[in-house]
């Protein structure tokens, strides 16, 4: 859209630049700001995030012009010297050591536009089977559970409004009043009635909406999550609360999980979680009751990062799947399993190719039907497609290394804050040939590419966001972007055409997602009945949609499963503990999270004032009984310690924590990157790192020979 | 190397499980002698509970191993390394492992055997699902029941049946339940428990026999001469390690089958795990430490590991009874060492007792009457260093909540909206500022727009500023110091 036909829109509706709620936005006034729109999800509701995103287009360092490294460090360039450098530079790595020399590494937070473009960019241009991207951090554990019991992964499976009525939800392992404040208001339903239920080791703000006989909270040991949900099935298929009918007809493997879960009685497992065998008892009762089956108002089962981001997680979601399956949820109109979405087009953006094995539409880049429907839309012979690649902690870990990667395209992701063990991930990054990093702001990622390129943000772009329902979402241009910067469809199509690569490269949003659609048609996320100008329309259009006519799907498995025998699958599962358990040297366990006022790696909200201002640096929160023992009397700096690295932050002393566990987020970098302590070791079903718990120690900075308090104080207030 | 395991019980299971987990190629072969398929025995008191049903108790199948049902081993032939089978086949071993159980320990009260090794009509131990199985059908014709031994068993057995309606007695050797696993003052308050739930306990009963009358129990004698009138006995008097094949094969044999550290019986190509070994710690009755002894065997026998110590004593109990919850792991006060910490809150009038014992920092045993959440907390904490506050009372009581603040008392820092981080002081400066409704403070500071959670609260605060200060012309800060001066003159 022209700059002068924009300035005579007053108002720009569109939706927010952060998590999967994609709360809806107005974007309008002088300097552009952000007010809330009705929406079903959000209900007029934005959380500090989003009233205050107007500031990201204000940013002072936002990243305006190209930069290339020099002996000096980065230094502007112009766009044509930069992309012919870079692709010259592929072109070398390519003919020096083969296609897959050179990576891609993604992000959730891509339009699908984006997220499909650079899935194609990789195969086709760059012939690389090497991409994948950071939802493997976020989405992949529930993605593979639901894959392999219920056919198909999409978040919520049903619209996030059906809570409202429910008598019953169990939430395992979110925070969502920290990380999507808005939806809490669909929590207010099951509330009144008692029965939300909260399994979190820590006293979120989420758990605390259990308070007042609103609901019960249920407090396991770091990594006990899959335990304690062996012992919910134990219960409901022993004391024969289980929707037998449904079982009989919708259901494979029951009898196997029966099995599976007999040694997981109450007692038992209150030894390994820590939470009473009786509460147990009563929050399984508690969900039966309000399943529809036994004539409840509804009962849903949701995870999140919690419970999903363990070496088990796999497992655990599939332990929840079983759960809900027992009760006779999924499918059932008032009732459900779901995965609470993380990134903002977390559900999009692992549906349409930037998964290592994976091509548009959830299509299987193994499979010779997929490859060859893939590759007509292409335009392109099915054999030119590579294979597939590797999942990101295996892929962030050879890079630099002698058979690993010499090149590497990052594309809306901080790897270098949000990855686990980032220390060593710096170390890779630092040992490839090319770095080139695609983004809005200097990231610590950013500074250390070799190029820089500066890419348009949310207000400034057309396109789609597919929420954490499935609803697929307009995000619409308000103003134009600074003079240099440019969308990501454009810097794809330029290295495109300087690296000969074959097929159309559109740098219209539109016509890009006209092309995902035909890709997509006949995949499990088929698009194909969606268009930009459909969607305009203000309709509510869930994905499947196979075509204009169809009007979207709201609900899935009303009358079958999308696995192949239509029927769902019970997975039996055995527990497997965390990777990095507690001993003497490290004898506490860490977990991490996020807080309200910021966003994943900080990248963008340690940029708002206002969201500083709310929470300006980063904190070791610990139990005053491991205060005491400690000898902390205050907000005193601490160390903490794995077996991969340490990170210094004052400690914030409360009993939302158990004594035996600390809890840092994860929004900061510098001395306090947590990430440089958490565990890269992955779940072997999904690849997911486990983020959520490892062993640590903990010390007064005074009493070690770390880094200087002040500099760390310094680092924390600036 | 073929391994051939004799009993297919919970610990029989588990080895052949984890044999095949750490060896999927393993040749394992498991014997078993009863025809059902594996269930987990623990259960079998909440299945006369009625709180489980049976297929609940199923365990999976020895998926990858060759598993012989219903057959019976009669002959260790250590010498050719066989087991003669009564069906006339053999299994040959290169390692076996006996994981052959314990059998219920009946005491040789007049009146009770029928003879042929059956007891007498309305009598019955609980061993396995047959047992359990005649123990419900004789509940439903029953009005009165006896349970002779006041241990786990016994204790979850009263409570079951006293769940489903008949008037239970418990026939104690001594002067009260659990005497074994508790000191006396808590077995006291665990007995008192008991009784409250309508269960009758007699203490130091010397039970001494059966009265029968046609062919079924119609009362307990007990060592005073007291009768106590019966439909249905139940025998908890403890298990016996099940050695008959050891001692013919020519093994030690003490109380149970002796094994080393390593799990070794007198033949080393021979292990003995589970209910029927006698470990140098002792011969165990509980689950736990027959699974560790399965997993530590599993990992020596396929990765050549060295086994871990494998304590018997002071498994953790954790009792499965309606009405009575009773933990209790590790060391307790009667087996402290002189320097542990010993910290005990007893509270017998409220039925409840919790016992901490801390050795140099660390929990190291626990005992819980009556306070299900607190010994749900402390047994994760158990044997884990670095976790215990230095004031070890602190793990007993902790401390109170925080409480909320109402509108009046809460400090000007406290955060009101979480989703926008807007203060008390915020809401007061808006208010301040010129807004008098509750509309228009959302407008001004945009709390209550995030979650809506707030709204509450914040037209609490409206409604406060209303009340103390309807219009005052100070800056925000002063006029709140000045109001809460003024409420807390009140």
Known sequence: MPHDQVAQVPTTDSHCPYCALQCAQRLGGHPVAAEPRDFPTNRGGLCQKGWTSGELLRTPDRLTQPLRRTADGLVPTTWDDALDDIAARVQTLRADHGPDAVAVFGGGGLTNEKAYQLGKFARLALRTRLVDYNGRFCMASAAAAANRSLGVDRGL????????????????????????????????????????????????????LCDDGAGTHLQPLPGTDLVLLLGLLHVVLGEGLADVAYLRDRVDGVEEVRRSVAAWW????????????????????????????????????LTGRGVEQHVDGTDTVSAAISLALALG??????????????QGNGQGGREHGQKADQLPGYRSIEDPADRAHVAAVWGVDPELLPRSGVPAVQLLSSLGTQDGPRGLFVHGSNVAVSAPRAGAVRDRLAALDLLVVCDVVPSETALLADYVLPVTQWAEEEGTMTSLEGRVLRRRRHLDPPALVRDELWIWAELARRLDAPG??????????????????GGRADYAGLSHTRLDTGEALHWPCPDPDHPGTPRLFADRFATPSGRARMVPVRPVGPDDDVRADAPLHLVTGRLLAHYQSGAQTRRVPALCDAAGGPHVELHPSLAARLGLDGAELVRVTSARGSMVAPARITRDV????????????????????????????????????????????????????ARVLQEVES | MRIVVVGAGMVGHRFVEETLRLDPAADVVLLGEESYEPYNRVLLSELVAGRTDLAALTLPEASGARVRRGVRAVELDVAARRVLLDDGSCEPWDHLVLAVGARARVLPLAGLDAGGGRLVGGAHVLR?????????????????????????IGVEVACGLRRRGLDVTVLASRDGVLDRDLDPRVSAVATRTLRDLDVAVVPQAGVRAVDVAHGHVDAVVLGDGTRVPTDLLVLATGSVPRTELAVEAGLTVR???????????????????GDCAETPDGVSGLVAPGWAQADALAARLVRDRPVPTLPVQGATLRLKAVGLDVVTAGTRASTAHEDDRVLALDDAGARRYVEVVVRQGTLVGMTCVGSPELAARLSVQLDRPGVVPPDPLQLLVGAPEDQPGSPTTMPSSTTVCRCNGVTKADVVAAWDGGCCTVDEVVTTTRATTGCGGCRTLVCGLVDWLQEVDPAVPATSQEALAVRERGVAAR
């Not at chain 1, 008892?281 to 009751?289: E, F, K, N, Q, T």
């Not at chain 1, 949820?329 to 993380?342: D, E, Q, V, W």
């Not at chain 1, 809890?663 to 990430?675: E, T, Y």
């Not at chain 1, 779940?683 to 997911?688: C, F, L, Q």
């Open chain 1, 266 to 301: 109450p007692e038992r497992v209150e030894t390994v979680t820590g939470v009473a065998a009786g509460q147990l008892r009563d929050v399984a009762r508690r969900l039966a009751a309000a399943s529809p089956h036994r004539g409840g108002r509804g009962a849903y089962v």
């Open chain 2, 128 to 152: 396995t699902v047959d047992d359990a199985r005649g123990v419900v059908a004789g509940a439903l014709n029953a009005r009165r029941a006896c349970v002779v031994g006041a241990g786990a």
């Open chain 1, 658 to 709: 158990r004594p035996d566990t600390v809890f840092v987020p994860f929004h900061f970098a510098g001395d306090s990157l947590v990430n440089a302590l958490t565990n890269d070791a992955t779940d072997p079903v999904s690849g997911m790192p486990e983020f959520k718990v490892c062993a640590v120690r903990v010390e007064r900075v005074a009493d070690d020979a770390g880094p200087s308090p």
């Open chain 2, 255 to 273: 109380h149970g089958i002796v094994v080393d550290a390593d799990l070794r019986t007198s033949d080393p190509t021979v292990s003995a795990i």
């Open chain 1, 157 to 208: 499976p049903f619209p996030l409004t059906d809570l409202d009525d429910a008598d019953a939800v169990l939430l395992l392992g979110s925070n969502l009043a920290d990380t999507m404040p808005p939806s809490v208001q669909h929590l207010a339903g099951p509330r009144s009635r008692g029965g939300l239920v909260v399994v979190d080791p820590r006293r979120s703000a989420t758990a605390r």
């Open chain 1, 504 to 521: 159309t490269w559109s740098t219209d949003a539109s016509a890009v997602f006209d092309e995902l659609a035909r890709a997509s048609a």
């Open chain 1, 329 to 342: 949820l999924p499918g059932a109109r008032r009732g459900g399993y779901g995965a609470i979405t993380g």
